[in-house]
T-cell receptor, first 115, second 111 residues
Framework: GAVVSQHPSWVICKSGTSVKIECRSL??????MFWYRQFPKQSLMLMAT?????????EQGVEKDKFLINHASLTLSTLTVTSAHPEDSSFYIC???????????FGPGTRLLVL | SQQGEEDPQALSIQEGENATMNCSYK?????LQWYRQNSGRGLVHLIL?????REKHSGRLRVTLDTSKKSSSLLITASRAADTASYFC???????????FGQGTILTVHP
């Protein structure tokens, strides 16, 4: 089956630093990748949709300068949390779609703790 | 983004019993998907039902979809302790296959 990996699986950083999270589709080409955020005991909130080679589309209320998304290839998308603050602490999950508009394969998530 | 509603928010049952979770959504959809998430882990895709389908089965799972009421239900039959997890519905839209997730149901199956 299709596999999506995320790296790192968890990260602890100091307030003010930037953190990069990678999302890779290991055995298929992902036309579209999605980034979600999940707070404890809550649902997934879509942050942005990225298509290979083009700018990401951000959901309302998500700061594009705060959460930088790059989808440079068909197998890799990165989310950079810039100048992280404690309120950015969350579980970040990516998913990748082969472009059929139905299927999303989810990564295992990255837990971010900002001190 | 709009979030769907799921009920119940939490469900506690004994092994062998059936578990039913309901989901309502607000937008027009291409499909409705159900996912499972174990605590602190990623999502596992369970089943997808298209907007022109009314019922679908997969193993111990049965999903129904009523587009007129914008609602769906997931039935897990003969539950097992290993079914303990959070279950989310996700409405699949037309824009790049974007998913809008419901609030989730926390299912606990007691052995």
């Amino acid at each position: 089956g299709a596999v999506v990996s995320q790296h790192p699986s968890w990260v602890i950083c100091k307030s003010g630093t930037s953190v990069k999270i990678e999302c890779r589709s290991l055995d298929f080409q992902a036309t579209t990748m999605f980034w979600y955020r999940q707070f404890p005991k809550q649902s997934l909130m879509l942050m942005a949709t990225s298509n290979e080679g083009s700018k990401a589309t951000y959901e309302q209320g998500v700061e594009k300068d705060k959460f930088l998304i790059n989808h440079a290839s068909l197998t890799l998308s990165t989310l950079t949390v810039t100048s992280a603050h404690p309120e950015d602490s969350s579980f970040y999950i990516c998913s990748a779609s082969p472009g059929d508009r139905e299927t999303q394969y989810f990564g295992p998530g990255t837990r971010l703790l900002v001190l | 983004s709009q979030q769907g509603e799921e009920d119940p928010q939490a469900l506690s049952i004994q092994e062998g019993e059936n578990a039913t979770m309901n989901c309502s959504y607000k937008t027009s959809i291409n499909n409705l998907q159900w996912y499972r998430q174990n605590s602190g882990r990623g999502l596992v895709h369970l089943i997808l039902i298209r907007s022109n389908e009314r019922e679908k089965h997969s193993g111990r799972l049965r999903v129904t979809l009523d587009t007129s009421k914008k609602s769906s239900s997931l039935l897990i039959t003969a539950s097992r302790a290993a079914d303990t997890a959070s279950y989310f519905c996700a409405a699949g839209g037309t824009s790049y296959g974007k998913l809008t997730f419901g609030q989730g149901t926390i299912l606990t199956v007691h052995p």
